[in-house]
């Protein structure tokens, strides 16, 4: 009943998508052309030349969607989280529009010579107005979905059998999906301490001796059992109970407390399997990402190309040393390869240290060091690393294998951050946990990033990144 409500609900997301572009390469055309809010230089152009790229829109924008994660539930997404996912979406679905119709050259129109050109600042309009129009109709959608089976009385009525964590936190993520129809009735507990009592505004009802008289009472249609472990035989009571009546019967298992990142059920032949480590940088994502690597990974080398040598001459000149510093770290799935940077420590910096963090105002940086590690710039080869597939433009940073060592001791979640490829910059980076800061914080901004991660995210990522000027070393 979730998934088949997710779908719906994503199905009617999709609807009003479609329907919002549709209307704003409309309303974009009857601003250019007609009103025309930017002065034409020459006639306005056959409406069915744009007609003829209608279809290759409606078919691009809502995959771009797709693939930012639009078409996911997340109760924890906010209205304006959503709305700049839906802004990144557009303006990447709007650059792959403008390379489609820079290689295609349509014939040219009637009488003329010239080959015929859509209006740049028709894309401009159409962007604008289908970021709007897109949020818009998701906030609308939403409201009426909730409205419409409010009206109908198609709620969902559930009962949440235990008040104890495990109980608190269905309940929570039950009432932040009101849009998917569920409505939590109660709790019920054999803990006195929790007798009459509410949890988010969901009332005890009783204990668990109680279930006939409460189902009957208050018409539930499902039952969620989120017991501890070590409540097993009156889990099997209540299941039993449950299990003769017309209701839906759902089990929280208390293992997903082991759940570091996401937990997802699998099937081999018939058997239920609980996969406790499921992210979603996976298969056509994960694809998608690594395209995207290439992509901005080779147009940054060879932006940079004509910088590069002055550089290398300047961190020469300095002590005549060597131009690049290659370390090794651990990357995705805990495996080694050579990191690079141009050096802005002297030579052999640590031979009588050992591996130490740096810390600002370092004594073993050079003078050319000093101000490419304030604003990053030694961590520009790192884009051949993420060239050869070591290396992502964003995700956690690379740590070296002696200080692995001694913070997965420390913390054991640690290795999860491991699951996906190391980046140049991260969640944790833009948001300043870099270099000599506090390990747990940048972990629990690691694990939020490859819990959460979409297309939508990393953008972000990037932006905040370009906008901060990578200010701080990232070590």
């Not at 009432?175 to 129809?181: W, Y």
């Not at 081999?268 to 998608?288: A, F, R």
């Not at 073993?364 to 604003?375: A, E, N």
């Amino acid at each position: 009943m979730i998934r088949q409500r997710h779908r719906i609900a994503a199905l009617v997301c999709f609807a009003g998508d479609l329907g919002a572009t549709l209307l704003a390469f409309l309303a974009a055309w009857f601003l250019r052309f007609e009103v025309e809010i930017v002065p034409l230089t020459k006639n306005a152009p056959d409406f069915g030349r744009y007609l003829e790229l209608l279809p290759v829109v409606l078919a691009l924008y809502p995959v771009v969607f797709y693939f930012h994660g639009l078409y996911q539930a997340r109760s924890n997404r906010s209205r304006v989280d959503e709305a700049v996912t839906v802004l990144l979406a557009v303006v990447l679905a709007t650059v792959l529009l403008s390379g489609l119709w820079t290689w295609y050259r349509p014939a040219p129109e009637p009488g003329s010579l010239e080959p015929f050109t859509y209006s740049r600042a028709f894309l401009a309009l159409f962007a604008l107005l289908d970021v709007v129009l897109v949020v818009a109709a998701r906030v609308l959608l939403r409201s009426l979905l909730i409205s419409a089976r409010l009206h109908a009385g198609r709620l969902q009525r559930i009962l949440v059998v235990g008040a104890g964590k495990l109980g608190l936190e269905i309940t929570q993520k039950l009432l932040a999906h009101r849009d998917l129809g569920f409505e939590v009735v109660g709790f019920l507990d054999d803990d006195p301490g929790k007798s009459g009592r509410s949890f988010h505004g969901v009332p005890v009802l009783g204990t668990l001796r109680d279930v006939d008289r409460v189902l009957a009472e208050r018409k539930i249609e499902q039952v969620f059992v989120a017991l501890p472990l070590e409540a097993h035989k009156k889990m099997m009571r209540v299941l039993q109970t449950v299990g003769g009546e017309c209701v839906e019967v759902k089990l929280v298992p208390d293992i997903l407390q082991y759940a570091a990142i996401q937990a997802t059920l699998e099937d081999l032949d018939g058997t239920p399997v609980i996969n406790l480590t499921q992210v979603p940088l996976e298969g056509w994502n994960s694809l998608i990402k690594r395209v995207i690597d290439l992509a901005l990974s080779a147009a940054g080398l060879l932006l940079l190309a004509p910088f590069f040598p002055l550089l290398a001459l300047a961190i020469w000149l300095e002590d005549r040393g060597p131009i690049l510093y290659s370390q090794e770290r651990m990357g995705l799935d805990g495996q080694m390869f050579k990191i690079w940077k141009f050096r802005s420590m002297r030579v052999n910096a640590e031979a009588s240290t050992g591996p130490v963090w740096a810390v600002e105002d370092d004594p073993r940086r050079t003078h050319v060091g000093s101000f490419i590690r304030r604003w990053s710039i030694d961590e520009l080869p790192q884009l051949w690393n993420v060239m050869v597939g070591d290396m992502s433009l964003v995700g956690p940073r690379p740590e070296r294998p002696a200080f692995v060592q001694e913070f997965k001791q420390r913390l054991p979640q640690y290795m999860l951050r491991h699951r996906v490829k190391a980046g140049i910059t991260g969640w944790a980076q833009v948001h300043g946990w870099r270099g000599n800061t506090s390990i747990r914080k940048r972990l629990e901004y690691d694990l939020y990033y490859v819990e959460n991660w979409s297309l939508g995210l990393d953008f972000k990522i990037l932006w905040m990144t370009l906008r901060q000027g990578l200010r701080y070393n990232a070590h």
